[in-house]
T-cell receptor
C-alpha cells in the first residue's frame, strides 16, 4: 500500500543533541516537503525538494538541514537541538504518479520536544 | 504575495448543526484551492479540492465552491457529527505547483 511514513512519532531530547527525523514515501513522488507546525496549529514550509539532489529552503527560516539522495527518502537533521525547535514536524509528498497533480499527501508527523 | 485567511476558531457546534468555515485568498493567476483536515495526533488529510473557478469540491458531506469573484472557498456541511471534530485548514497552490500556502487553521468541536 502506498503511503508516507515518519519516524519517530514522538521524540524528547536534551539541548545540544543531534537528531534526524525520518520521512519515507512509497508512492514514487518526485516532490517532498517539510512543514513545521507551531502550537497554534499554523503550518510553515521549511524545506522542499523537487527531486534527487535538489533541496530548497522554504518560507520559514530553519536551522535544520535536509538531504534527498533517494527519491523515497527525505530526512531532516538538526545538528544541535534547542528548546526553540520544539514543534510538530510534518512531511509531505506530491507527484504526477499520485493520479492527481499537485495533491500533497502528509505523514503522521513527528512531535519533537527539546528540554 | 499569495496568502490565505480563514476564520478563527474555535467553532463549537451541536451535532446535526450546519457548519460554515470561511476562507478567502489572495493570489495571482489561477491557484488551486484545498481543504485539509487534521484529526488529533495525526497528519493532514486532503478533504476536498477545486482547481478552477466555479468548481465545487465535495467529500464526506463537506462542500466548497471556488468563487473567483469573491476570492473565497468557504467550507460547508449541512449536518455535522461528533466525528467531524478536528482542525480544518484552507490552502492554495499557485499555478507553478509549488508548496501549499495554508491558512492558520480552524478548530471545530462538535458535541452530542
Amino acid at each position: 500500500e502506498a503511503d508516507i511514513y515518519q519516524t519517530p512519532r514522538y521524540l524528547v531530547i536534551g539541548t545540544g543533541k543531534k537528531i534526524t527525523l525520518e520521512c519515507s514515501q512509497t508512492m514514487g513522488h518526485d516532490k517532498m516537503y517539510w512543514y513545521q507546525q507551531d502550537p497554534g496549529m499554523e503550518l510553515h514550509l521549511i524545506h522542499y525538494s523537487y527531486g534527487v539532489n535538489s533541496t530548497e529552503k522554504g518560507d520559514l527560516s530553519s536551522e535544520s538541514t535536509v538531504s534527498r539522495i533517494r527519491t523515497e527518502h527525505f530526512p531532516l537533521t538538526l545538528e544541535s537541538a534547542r528548546p526553540s525547535h520544539t514543534s510538530q514536524y510534518l512531511c509531505a509528498s506530491s507527484g504526477e504518479s499520485s493520479g492527481s497533480l499537485n495533491e500533497q499527501f502528509f505523514g503522521p508527523g513527528t512531535r519533537l520536544t527539546v528540554l | 504575495g499569495n496568502s490565505v485567511t480563514q476564520m478563527e476558531g474555535p467553532v463549537t457546534l451541536s451535532e446535526e448543526a450546519f457548519l460554515t468555515i470561511n476562507c478567502t485568498y489572495t493570489a495571482t493567476g489561477y491557484p488551486s484551492l484545498f481543504w485539509y483536515v487534521q484529526y488529533p495526533g495525526e497528519g493532514l488529510q486532503l478533504l476536498l479540492k477545486a482547481t478552477k473557478a466555479d468548481d465545487k469540491g465535495s467529500n464526506k458531506g463537506f462542500e466548497a465552491t471556488y468563487r473567483k469573484e469573491t476570492t473565497s472557498f468557504h467550507l460547508e456541511k449541512g449536518s455535522v457529527q461528533v466525528s467531524d471534530s478536528a482542525v480544518y485548514f484552507c490552502a492554495l497552490q499557485n499555478q507553478a505547483g509549488t508548496a501549499l500556502i495554508f491558512g492558520k487553521g480552524t478548530t471545530l468541536s462538535v458535541s452530542s
